[in-house]
């Protein structure tokens, strides 16, 4: 039972397999920080270059991503989350044309954890419905995610959306391609690498 055990079981698309490794690696004693990202965040970033060279592909990537989540539920629960005591309502969702569900959900899950209110609309959500939630929620921060250069551009066109509806929420984007000389470019209020710094930089927008 190890670190390296529940990374090759991700990899393997085992699904039940990386949940009871990850149950017995917090009883162990490891943190739970440590096993979200030496084992399981960092399987992903292998099946990532994996699938770049076409090692792996799409299905396996796949059931690798659901091994993941499996273990993440498992995980999640024991984060020692960030007391913020943040207060604000974030709406958060990955762009439209953009399917990758795990970094935007530990965003959401970490903000929710910290203390924000906090309204996931999933995957692939077109500009206006990130307008309409906005605007429905009386958001204090829009958050975008993307995983792709293709998709990217997408964060841009919300941003100028919620302007143009007099949204005053802040935009702030996040995801594997982007940058903080990207977010300022497109006028975003902020931008963070991963999820722990999310939450940091809502708290300190707010
Ligand atoms: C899993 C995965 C998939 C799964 C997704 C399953 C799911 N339910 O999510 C599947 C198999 C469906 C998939 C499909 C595709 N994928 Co894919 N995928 C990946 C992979 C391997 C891992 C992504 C992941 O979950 N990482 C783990 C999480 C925890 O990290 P994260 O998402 O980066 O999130 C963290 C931070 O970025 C940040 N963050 C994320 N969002 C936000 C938002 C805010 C506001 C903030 C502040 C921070 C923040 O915090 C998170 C937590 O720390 C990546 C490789 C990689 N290294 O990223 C490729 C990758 C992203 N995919 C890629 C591609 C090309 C595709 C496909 C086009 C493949 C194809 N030919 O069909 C399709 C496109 C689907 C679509 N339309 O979106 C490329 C993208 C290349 C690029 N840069 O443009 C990558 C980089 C692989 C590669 N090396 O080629 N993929």
Do not use: C
Request: hydrophobic share 50%.
């Amino acid at each position: 039972m190890s670190i390296t055990d529940i990374r090759q079981a991700v990899l393997t698309g085992d699904a039940e397999g990386a949940a009871d490794l990850a149950r017995a690696e917090l009883e162990a004693g490891t943190a739970p920080a440590v096993i979200m990202n030496d084992a399981l965040i960092s399987a992903m970033d292998e099946a990532g270059a994996r699938m770049a060279t076409g090692e792996l592909f799409i299905p396996e990537v796949l059931v690798a991503s659901e091994a993941m989540r499996a273990a993440m539920d498992v995980i999640t629960p024991h984060l020692e989350l960030e007391a913020t005591g943040g207060r604000g309502t974030v709406v958060i969702g990955a762009v439209e044309g953009d399917v990758h569900d795990i970094g935007k959900s530990l965003v959401a899950l970490m903000l929710d954890g910290a203390g924000f209110t906090v309204h996931d609309l999933g995957v692939d959500v077109a500009t206006p419905a990130f307008v309409a939630a906005a605007k429905e929620h009386d958001a204090d921060v829009v958050a975008m995610s993307s995983l792709m250069v293709t998709t990217m551009p997408k964060m841009k066109v919300v941003i100028d959306a919620l302007r143009e509806a007099g949204i005053e929420a802040k935009p702030i984007v996040g995801g594997a391609p982007i940058t903080k000389a990207f977010a300022d470019e497109i006028g975003a209020a902020g931008y963070a690498p991963d999820a722990g710094g999310a939450v940091r930089l809502v708290r300190d927008l707010l």
